[in-house]
């Protein structure tokens, strides 16, 4: 029964750690992580695994529920000016993002927000889980033209950082950007779809603190992906990704 002690002993633990916070506003969380686990993975003893075996073999059906399928794996991968995983969660984020308000111009994200790869074949509800198993939401952002190329740069100075709906160039060791093969207006604003984490500076996206224009739909960005595949298969489509060059790193002199 130690097992079973121990987890006694960390729900207490939680417990009193959600009352100390709840109590103490000016704590907040400053850093976060999570990924799903399937109940299959997780050993107890045998009392335990009888009341949790109704639970574990529901959660297990709905995880498996197959949402679309994908005409190759998507690797999360490092390093990389861009990555296929990071180009499709993007572009995924913006067309969710116009449907709700039709004048975003742009998506950007984290590498870090991607957990993990997606296999080829079919995609499970719970492929989608382990990709992103925290519950940020979409946010809109209307950037001013300062902040603009600050988010430029940051891109350009973050390999793999994904983003969509325009293409990104260093021209001179400056990070420019693109729209349809033109460059984007130095002065002119620009309505990003984000994370809530990231519109509150996370990952020291700093450039999204000082834009007064925040919205939230309340729409979890998980919710709109896995709209996007269901739709996609509805619609007998695979969903697919691939390098596009939407950034072109800088050369060196």
């Not at 959600?18 to 003893?45: E, F, R």
């Not at 679309?68 to 993007?90: D, F, R, V, Y």
Request: aromatic share 10%; proline share 6%; glycine share 8%.
């Amino acid at each position: 029964m130690g097992r079973g002690r121990n987890a006694i002993f960390a729900l207490f633990v939680f417990w009193v750690l959600t009352i100390a916070l709840a109590c103490n506003p000016k704590w907040v969380v400053v850093q976060s992580d999570a990924s799903y686990l399937s109940l299959n993975q997780i050993k107890g003893d045998s009392l335990a695994e009888a009341l949790l075996k109704p639970y574990s073999d529901s959660v297990s059906k709905s995880m498996g529920r197959v949402l679309c399928h994908s005409a190759k794996a998507l690797p999360k991968i490092k390093g990389s000016a861009e990555t296929a995983l990071g180009n499709l969660m993007s572009d995924i984020v913006l067309d969710r993002a116009r449907k709700i308000q039709p004048e975003v111009q742009a998506s950007l994200l984290n590498l870090g927000g991607l957990r993990a790869s997606l296999p080829e074949g079919p995609i499970t509800l719970g492929n989608v889980y382990s990709l992103m198993p925290f519950d940020n939401r979409i946010a809109l952002v209307k950037l001013g033209p300062k902040e603009k190329k600050e988010m430029f740069r940051y891109i350009g100075e973050h390999p793999g950082t994904p983003f969509s709906g325009f293409e990104l160039r260093c021209e001179n060791q400056n990070w420019m950007g693109f729209l349809k093969g033109e460059p984007i207006p130095e002065n002119d604003s620009f309505y990003v779809a984000t994370s809530d984490f990231l519109a509150q500076g996370g990952d020291k996206m700093n450039f999204f603190l000082t834009n007064p224009l925040f919205f939230d739909p309340g729409v979890l960005l998980r919710d709109a992906i896995i709209s996007y595949m269901v739709e996609s298969q509805q619609a007998g489509k695979n969903i697919h990704s691939q390098l596009d060059n939407r950034i072109v790193p800088c050369t060196e002199k």
